[in-house]
């Protein structure tokens, strides 16, 4: 097959290109720049835009021996990623770019150029298994599995995704990275947002939202307990950073409950107050079988690298319910749950959807 | 290289020897030298006195630009304008902008027409309201995009007028068209090894010697206490064979390649019959074809042709990679996206019949493609 090689100057992404050689597939490397201005990206930063990733995934592509193009994702990139993810917060919800990024960049933008352009797939560096059955499952590195930021894909973006590096532990990708002569494979994993260089994700909503100030309300008497300086700084389950002027009455530590932008309100409460057992979702998407018409006994997942419950979740048209058998604390707007098949040869996923509450 | 070049190169390199040292190796190392610069100086019009050996074309263009500034502007405060056409090489314009930024320089960008041209009038204007200020003027001989020759010997006779230093990127002429220094009238010119079959990193600024120029290294004094440092003897000798090679050649490679460039022009025209040809169509490089692909971008093009096995280039891009729409296209008028949309093809000593039915058999199905992945584009 004609692939092409997202790489972003990492180890994974330089691995799994070479994986892709090795299977016998005619591999192109392609970085995509998604700074629209990398140069003050120079030092310091981390994640998958600056001008020395470039040059690694550069690098890489030249050992590996493929050609390599700079593919300008700037304008794309920010409309979907990083302007829905400001959107995002000041709509009280808590979004995860990665899964926009792969929903919107890597596996539509990318992989429709790709395909225009006469390439029959887009291999990258991710950590899960997509196997000849079609059906996508976690890693065996069950630490840096990314089947959750994967969940979102459709069949068809599927059906034209290769992840070679499934089967293999981090620590097996840093070495095979060494023993392909890859200079990468001792480069730091990249852990924060990409485009929030600093890891001052506060700071970065401040900068484009603005500080309103705004009451923190106690949820069981309706006191107004704090302010804070903007709503959408806060997420659901957060207990630190609150700066409560005065302690609840029964002494224990509050966690905020929900966020209201409307009124600019940030409601706290006491941990159990969290707990949620029915989760509601929209925009489902299911590519582990066909679509249910029944409800199905599953677990499910709702934030990347949490904990795993299990559920029952039905379809509903646009919507997705999940009936979780035990609740979970912090569940929030924004974030995907993403069903999962047990199975003793990587856990399957079933499929995804955007919770609303 | 040129087998003439490396030959000369690895023969030389194998002599110790600093053109410095007095001593017998250094006599011997300077000899060459010598004789290397009488060797560019012949061929390209010059005195050799007039040849001062650089790292190269980026150097040269900077030597020029900024030297002759800072020279000029010593002798005289209020001689702070720089004159430079709007499409030179990034050595040029980049150099020219940091006087601006830097140095608290007055650019006067001059504009080109349709086809890159820098009209001698346009520069005649210039001068006659700015003469006294200006510093240096600098226009490139032949644009490496575009491809299109400057009228350079009206040009700097406008600016001989004015009596302001007039220097000329030559990098991509010498070798390609007929380029004399002395007949030329310009005061300095950058040329350059790798652009001819000589060596990396090794290149010459020609100066004439009343032209006053402050060196960008200072050191042991070397090149007329203007370009200072050890002389790469070994490269300075494989780049005057270089230089001679091409410049001798020149004739019967211009004729061989333009009738191939043509013969490429007719049928990429056949091809894609909505393709733009960019550039002079007549006072060009004889290897430059260069083309807008309305409803294409250029790296989608050239990622295409890429896995055919065929080489071209698009303008240039960022330090991160990201191709950007060619300062020279839009300086001739093109808009974002039919600059984005251009591709040159470079024709040179290799080139054959072959390579261009090859590029014409591959043209239409790549151009199909990147037509359809442009199409999924968001609109800027």
């Known amino acids: ?357 | 290289m040129l087998d003439e070049a490396l030959e000369a190169y690895v023969a030389t390199a194998r002599e110790v020897g600093n053109a410095s040292s007095l001593h017998a190796s250094g006599r011997r190392a300077r000899r060459r030298v010598e004789e290397s610069r009488e060797q560019v100086a012949a061929v390209l019009g010059a005195r050799p006195s007039e040849v001062i050996f650089t790292g190269g074309g980026t150097e040269s263009d900077n030597l020029a630009v900024k030297g002759v500034f800072w020279a000029r502007r010593a002798a005289r405060p209020d001689r702070r304008r720089v004159v430079s056409s709007a499409v030179e090489h990034h050595a040029v314009l980049d150099a020219v902008d940091w006087l601006a930024q830097q140095e608290g320089a007055e650019v006067g960008w001059l504009p080109v027409d349709a086809v890159g041209r820098l009209d001698p009038q346009t520069l005649r204007a210039e001068l006659a309201a700015h003469a006294d200020q200006v510093a240096v003027v600098t226009a490139m001989w032949a644009n490496n995009e575009v491809g299109t020759v400057q009228p350079v010997a009206e040009l700097a006779a406008v600016a001989a007028e004015h009596g302001v230093p007039f220097h000329t990127d030559a990098i991509q002429a010498v070798g390609q068209v007929p380029v004399d220094f002395g007949a030329s009238g310009v005061a300095a010119l950058t040329v350059t090894g790798h652009k001819l079959g000589g060596p990396t990193g090794v290149g010459a600024l020609l100066l004439a010697r009343d032209v006053p120029a402050t060196p960008l290294l200072h050191g042991g004094g070397q090149e007329r206490d203007i370009r200072s440092g050890t002389l790469d003897t070994a490269g300075i000798v494989a780049f005057a064979v270089a230089v001679e090679t091409a410049v001798k050649g020149q004739q019967e490679y211009a004729a061989r390649v333009a009738a191939l460039r043509d013969d490429l022009i007719e049928r990429v025209r056949q091809a894609v019959p909505e393709v733009i040809y960019n550039g002079d169509p007549t006072d060009r490089l004889p290897g430059n074809a260069h083309f807008s692909f309305p409803g294409c971008e250029g790296d989608a093009l050239l990622l295409l042709l890429d896995a055919q096995g065929i080489a071209c280039s698009t303008g240039s891009a960022c330090s991160a990679g990201v191709a950007q729409p060619s300062h020279v296209l839009l300086a001739m008028g093109a808009d974002d996206d039919r600059a984005r949309s251009s591709l040159r093809f470079t024709l040179g000593h290799t080139s054959t019949q072959a390579d261009i039915d090859a590029l014409v058999a591959a043209l239409p199905a790549a151009v199909d493609r990147a037509r359809r992945a442009a199409a999924l584009r968001t609109p800027r």
């Not at chain 1, 959750?148 to 599927?158: D, I, S």
């Open chain 1, 1 to 357: 097959m004609r692939v092409l090689a997202a790489m972003s100057g990492g180890v994974d992404s330089a691995v799994a290109a070479a994986r892709a050689v090795a299977a016998g597939h005619d591999v192109t490397g392609v970085h995509l720049a998604l700074a629209r201005n990398p140069q003050t990206y120079r030092t310091g930063a981390r994640g998958c835009c600056t001008l020395e990733d470039s040059r690694d995934a550069r690098r890489a592509a030249d050992v590996i021996g493929i050609p390599f193009y700079v593919w300008d994702m700037a304008d794309r990139f920010h409309e979907d990623v990083v302007d829905d993810f400001v959107a995002e917060y000041a709509a009280g919800r808590t979004p995860n770019p990665c899964l926009r990024c792969n929903e919107k960049i890597k596996f539509a933008a990318v992989l429709d150029r790709a395909v225009a352009l006469g390439f029959d797939a887009v291999v990258t560096g991710h950590h899960a298994r997509l196997g000849a059955d079609g059906l996508l499952r976690r890693s065996v590195d069950l630490a840096k599995d990314q089947s959750y930021v994967l969940a979102v894909l459709t069949r068809e973006q599927l059906d034209r995704s290769i992840f070679p590096l499934g089967d293999l532990t981090k620590a097996e990708v840093r070495a095979e990275a060494a023993e392909r002569g890859l200079a990468v494979a001792d480069k730091p994993d990249s852990h924060d947002i990409c485009f929030i260089a600093d890891g001052d994700t506060r700071g970065f909503l401040a900068g484009r939202l603005g500080e309103t100030p705004g009451d923190v309300v106690d949820a069981s008497t309706g006191a107004v307990v704090g302010s804070h300086s903007g709503a959408y700084a806060y997420t659901v389950g957060q207990r630190r950073g609150l700066h409560l002027d005065r302690p609840a009455p029964d002494g224990r530590p509050r966690y905020v409950l929900s966020i209201t932008p409307k009124t600019n309100t940030v409601t706290v409460g006491p941990a159990e107050a969290l707990d949620v057992s029915d989760v509601h979702a929209v925009r489902p998407v299911w590519t582990g079988g066909a679509r249910p018409d029944a409800p199905v006994e599953c677990e499910v997942q709702l934030r990347a690298h949490g904990e795993v419950v299990p559920a029952t979740v039905a379809l509903d048209g646009d919507r997705l319910h999940a009936e979780l058998r035990r609740p979970v604390r912090g569940v929030a707007a924004g974030q995907a749950v993403v069903a999962y098949r047990p199975d003793p040869a990587g856990d399957v996923v079933l499929g995804s959807a955007t919770i609303t509450g």
